[in-house]
Antibody, heavy 125, light 107 residues
Framework: QVQVVQSGAEVKKPGASVKVSCKSS????????INWVRQATGQGPEWMGW????????GYAQKFQGRVTMTRNTSISTAYMELSSLRSEDTAMYYC??????????????????WGQGTLVTVSS | EIVLTQSPGTLSLSPGERATLSCRAS???????LAWYQQKRGQAPRLLIY???SRATGIPDRFSGSGSGTDFTLTISRLEPEDFAVYYC????????FGQGTKVEIK
């Protein structure tokens, strides 16, 4: 079945960087975009950006421009999200989530399904 | 950026009752590009509805979505015990943004 499985929890100091991985299985990795979403405790989700695993093309939310980098390794069907210059406000659960099939995404639909289990990133001195 | 406002913040209902959740956008959502997700405590969100009214694979037909433009609704026709959770709307007509959520709790 379709699965996206993320790496484990991280604790980082302010100013450091964190890199979270998201391994896909059960489908053709390069045929669907991967999105990254974060959620602080008690808050709604916040979209960070997307990546096309086939081309490597990315699109980042304006809030994260210059601080986030999304990459992939197609040989192991894994996507990565790196966030730099961490501050306490970046403490949150980080999720990867698959987009719809490429032909549907091309028409403008960009829902997220399924989601990974989440990676808790804690930023603390 | 399109801001999504969900109401009410909390909905207190009993199993078997009908739940009506609202999601209002600060500007029109093009092509009804709106989704609904369910999130249970300690779990990732799960897609329920996409393109405003299409049910995702495996979602029971007691869940339905409607609306267009700036006003959207998620309806749960008869609440089952497993439906008590937080629900989020998301628009993807202009970038992607989420609402702040509606908690459906047991009365």
């Amino acid at each position: 079945q379709v699965q996206v499985v993320q790496s484990g929890a991280e604790v980082k100091k302010p100013g450091a960087s964190v890199k979270v991985s998201c391994k896909s299985s059960g489908y053709t990795f390069t045929s669907y975009d991967i999105n990254w979403v974060r959620q602080a405790t008690g808050q709604g989700p916040e979209w960070m950006g997307w990546m096309n695993p086939n081309s490597g093309n990315t699109g980042y939310a304006q809030k994260f421009q210059g601080r986030v980098t999304m990459t992939r390794n197609t040989s192991i069907s894994t996507a990565y999200m790196e966030l730099s210059s961490l501050r306490s406000e970046d403490t949150a659960m980080y999720y990867c989530a698959r987009g719809p099939p490429r032909n549907i995404a091309a028409s403008g639909s960009h829902w997220f399904d399924p989601w990974g289990q989440g990676t808790l990133v804690t930023v603390s001195s | 950026e399109i801001v999504l406002t969900q109401s009410p913040g909390t909905l207190s209902l009993s199993p078997g009752e009908r739940a009506t959740l609202s999601c209002r956008a600060s500007q029109s959502v093009s092509s009804s590009y709106l989704a609904w997700y369910q999130q249970k405590r300690g779990q990732a969100p799960r897609l329920l509805i996409y393109d405003a009214s299409s049910r995702a694979t495996g979602i029971p037909d007691r869940f339905s979505g409607s609306g267009s433009g700036t006003d959207f609704t998620l309806t749960i026709s008869r609440l089952e015990p497993e439906d008590f959770a937080v629900y989020y709307c998301q628009q993807y007509g202009s970038s992607r943004t989420f609402g702040q959520g509606t908690k459906v709790e047991i009365k």
